[in-house]
Structure formats: structure tokens, C-alpha cells
């Protein structure tokens, strides 16, 4: 049995919005010092990014870039086209032996070490290793943290980071940052939207950012093959007999038919989070093995404030925030279905 049929840990939007943030100042400026005294930086982000992931990375590549630092960027999965507006993405290596001869590692928006994927054994050897999230899951790893979960993004922690090394914003850095933040608050518009989201992106746009046009890049066009993957995604919506969870699949088999990526599938499970009445929503990505029937899943998940769902999926290895979270999985479909749909009966 892959995860048991628990209580779910219930909040209530406004304690949730009211968590402190870690006082993280004395540490911002350890990091900041540590990151002047560097030679060669390597700077990498989770794999299969989104926004704020390969905005955060590359606009702590590029002002670490203008300080004068060598500046490895990585990412193990290529960038999204949605984000490949932006500077520098030809910079970012997949190689997980990139790392080498580098004297500090920071690793930016990964709730542990492993999701920057085949690099991490190889970070592990260098001589300091910075964590810079904004994740309530964090394990802690890292010789320094620099982790504020009460932050709307990891861009806005990278920021304040730049901010606290001296350095000047330009208009590309911001341009990155402004994208971090856009995509991670949904557009303003999610539960960890707060006001420095708001003061932060205003200084941004104060330095040259167009909104319009980083919106048009990140929400303007779809291809057909996502638009025909989103009637595939629709189809499978299923809702628990209570109304309170609903749930959608995606098979390997319905990526191939519609000609997409995984990176098509970003925002599909808000379609589900939104009908009336539900509490939570799981969307399960297939990924197959090669050896027969898939059995690896990842499993999304998003709640309407009223459910915790970064400590069911820290419960299984995962992590991420209250109203969003993702743990990878093991299982068959049909078990992965039951026991989510069990979990209705705590709602």
C-alpha cells in the first residue's frame, strides 16, 4: 500500500495567509557575503520547471554574471517554450558534470536536493551548497538556507538576495524575476499572493518590464496538440460522490496522440480545482518505465485553502505549499484513483 487513508489536515484561508515568515535576515546576508566571496557559482532548479523555477535561476545566473562570478546554469530538463523568451535560457546545461571545479552550488526552489535530478550526487561533493526556496516542505538541506516560506515565490527570496549582495537589477534579470512571480501567484490571483508580490513586480516594471508582453509569451498562445490534450484532460475528470475531490488523468498514450509535452500539461488541474463545491483536486501524470505497463506516477495536487495539501504530499515524499503540492508515486492508476477518491470521506 503506497499511502493510507488519513485525516486530512484542514486550515482555514486566513491562518494559512497569516503563517509567519521565517526571519530570515541575518542568514540573507551570510548568503549574500558567501556569494560575493565565490569564484564559480553553478545555479540550478528543479527539473521540469515552471516560471518561477527558470526565472529564478536565470535571474540569479545573470546578476551573479554582472558581479563578476563564473556562472553555471543548470536545469536536467529543457526549458518550456512558454519560457524560452527569456534571457540567457541557452545557457542552461543539462549535464549533470557541469557542477565541476565550482565552488558553490545554489539550488533554488527544490524542496530537497534530489529534484534538480542526476546532478545532485555530484553537488553533494562541492565544498558549499546554498538552498534558497520559498517551500513550507523544505527538508533543510544545504550548509546555508535561505528559505522564507512566507514568500509568494522563490523569485521574490532571489530578489531580496540581490538586493541584500549590492547589486543592480536590469532590465533582463527583471524581466526573469517578474516572471517568477507572474506565474507562480497564478497571476495574482492564488492564496500566497501577498504585498510584496505587488511592491516587488511595481519596481520591476519601474526598471523596464512590459506585463503585457510577459503575459502574452506565458498565457498568450496554445498549440492545437494542448488544446486537444485539454478536451482529452476534460474528459476524464471524475468527482468523489461527496463533490469534494475531483480528479484528473493523463497517460502517456494521450500525450502521444495529441503531440505534447509534459510541459503541456501545466494548469491543467485548475480546470478541476474550480468546479463548485470541490475541496481539493488531483491531476496523476503517467510515466512509463519502459518495462511493460506503466506503474510510475506523479500525482498534482491543488485545494481551495480549506485542506492542507503540502502535508499529504510531504507524507509521500513530496512537498510544496497548502494549496499546492506533488509527491511521485509507484502504483497503478486504479490504485492511485481509489485511494485519493478515499480521501473524500475526510472532507
Known amino acids: 500500500v503506497f499511502f493510507t487513508t488519513t485525516p486530512l489536515t484542514m486550515v482555514n484561508e486566513s491562518s494559512a495567509c497569516s503563517k509567519k515568515s521565517m526571519n530570515n535576515q541575518p542568514t540573507i546576508r551570510q548568503v549574500a557575503e558567501t556569494l560575493k566571496h565565490s569564484r564559480r557559482v553553478f545555479v540550478a532548479s528543479h527539473a521540469d520547471p515552471d516560471g518561477d523555477a527558470i526565472g529564478s535561476l536565470v535571474a540569479m545566473g545573470l546578476a551573479l554574471d554582472a558581479a563578476g562570478k563564473t556562472v553555471v546554469f543548470y536545469n536536467q530538463t529543457a526549458t518550456p517554450a512558454v519560457y524560452r523568451f527569456l534571457p540567457a535560457v541557452e545557457r542552461i546545461s543539462a549535464d549533470p558534470e557541469a557542477c565541476r571545479h565550482c565552488d558553490v552550488a545554489g539550488i533554488i526552489d527544490c524542496g530537497n536536493l534530489e529534484r534538480i535530478g542526476r546532478a545532485a550526487q555530484r553537488v553533494r561533493q562541492l565544498p558549499m551548497i546554498i538552498n534558497i526556496d520559498h517551500h513550507v516542505t523544505t527538508t533543510g538541506f544545504g550548509d546555508l538556507q535561505l528559505v522564507d516560506s512566507g514568500a509568494c515565490s522563490s523569485a521574490e527570496v532571489v530578489y531580496r538576495l540581490i538586493k541584500a549582495m549590492g547589486l543592480d537589477i536590469d532590465p533582463p534579470v527583471a524581466r526573469a524575476l517578474y516572471t517568477g512571480i507572474l506565474t507562480d501567484t497564478g497571476s495574482f490571483r ?102 511493460g505497463p506503466a506503474s510510475h506516477h506523479h500525482v498534482s495536487l491543488r485545494s481551495d485553502g480549506s485542506v492542507d495539501v503540502a502535508a499529504i504530499a510531504a507524507a509521500y515524499g513530496g512537498g510544496g505549499h497548502t494549496t499546492a503540492a506533488g509527491f511521485n508515486v509507484d502504483a497503478s492508476m486504479a490504485e492511485i484513483k481509489a485511494k485519493i477518491m478515499a480521501l473524500a470521506e475526510h472532507l
Open 190 to 291: 492564488f492564496s500566497n499572493t501577498n504585498r510584496a508580490a505587488f511592491s516587488i513586480c511595481e519596481h520591476l516594471v519601474q526598471i523596464g518590464v512590459n506585463p503585457a508582453d510577459v503575459a502574452r509569451h506565458v498565457y498568450g498562445h496554445f498549440s492545437m496538440g494542448r488544446i486537444r490534450l485539454l478536451n482529452m484532460a476534460l474528459d476524464s475528470i471524475e468527482i468523489s460522490h461527496n463533490g469534494k475531490v475531483s480528479l484528473m488523468s493523463l497517460t502517456e498514450e494521450m500525450l502521444r496522440q495529441t503531440g505534447t509535452q509534459s510541459e503541456d500539461i501545466d494548469g491543467l488541474i485548475n480546470y478541476a480545482r474550480r468546479i463548485k463545491d470541490v475541496k481539493m483536486a488531483a491531476l496523476i501524470q503517467e510515466f512509463s518505465n519502459g518495462n
